[in-house]
C-alpha cells in the first residue's frame, strides 16, 4: 500500500516475483551484489531470452534457481523430476547442479517454449540429462507407473 492509500504493488511483484521481501530496493540490492554475479553464464543467457517472452511472469527467479541449485547439490540429487518447464530456467539450474549421469524426467504441456531455451542447455553441455516429454503431467505419469507396472 502506497502512502497516497493507493493500491501499489511492488516492482519486484509486477514482475512475477514471489518473495517475502517487501523492499524493492533491497532486493535489487540483493540481486545486484549477489545473485547475479554467481549466476552461471548459460542461466544468465536463458534469463535474458525468458525475459522478452510475453509469458515471463511465469519464469524462476535468479535467487530461486541458485537456491534450488544448492539444494540439490547439498542432497547429492541424482534423478528428479521438473513438472511445469516453462523456457527452462529451473531445469537448467537443475541439470547443472546433477551429477554427469543425472537424469530430469521434464514434463510440461508446451514444448515450443521448452525450445526456447534447448539451444541454451544444448550448448551448456546438460541436455543428456534431460528427458522432455509433451503433455499433461499427470496422465503422463500415470502412464509410466503403468508400464513399470507387472
Ligand atoms: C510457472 S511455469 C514453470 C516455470 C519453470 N519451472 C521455470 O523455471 O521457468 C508453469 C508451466 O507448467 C506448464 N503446465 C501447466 N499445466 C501443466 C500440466 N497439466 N502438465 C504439465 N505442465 C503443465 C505450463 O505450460 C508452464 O510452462
Redesign the pocket.
Same mark, same amino acid.
Given at each position: 500500500m502506497a502512502a497516497t492509500g493507493e493500491t501499489q504493488p511492488a516492482k519486484h511483484q509486477e514482475v512475477g516475483h514471489k518473495s517475502l521481501l517487501q523492499s524493492d530496493a533491497l532486493y535489487q540490492y540483493i540481486l545486484e551484489t549477489s545473485v547475479y554475479p554467481r549466476e552461471p553464464q548459460p542461466m544468465k543467457e536463458l534469463r535474458e531470452v525468458?525475459a522478452k517472452h510475453p509469458?515471463n511472469l511465469?519464469?524462476?527467479s535468479a535467487d530461486?534457481?541458485q537456491f534450488l541449485n544448492l539444494l540439490l547439490k547439498l542432497i547429492n540429487a541424482k534423478n528428479t523430476m521438473?513438472?511445469?518447464? =516453462?523456457?527452462? =530456467?529451473?531445469?537448467l539450474?537443475t541439470a547443472l547442479a546433477l551429477p554427469d549421469d543425472g537424469k530430469i524426467l521434464a514434463?510440461?504441456?508446451?514444448r515450443e517454449? =521448452?525450445e526456447i531455451g534447448l539451444p541454451i542447455i544444448e550448448k551448456a553441455g546438460v541436455a543428456h540429462k534431460i528427458d522432455f516429454r509433451e503433455?499433461?503431467?499427470?496422465p503422463?505419469l500415470d502412464q509410466m507407473v503403468d508400464d513399470v507396472s507387472p
Open positions: 525468458t509469458w511465469m519464469t524462476t530461486e534457481g521438473e513438472i511445469g518447464v =516453462y523456457t527452462g =530456467y529451473s531445469l539450474s514434463l510440461d504441456i508446451n517454449n =521448452y503433455g499433461p503431467a499427470l503422463l
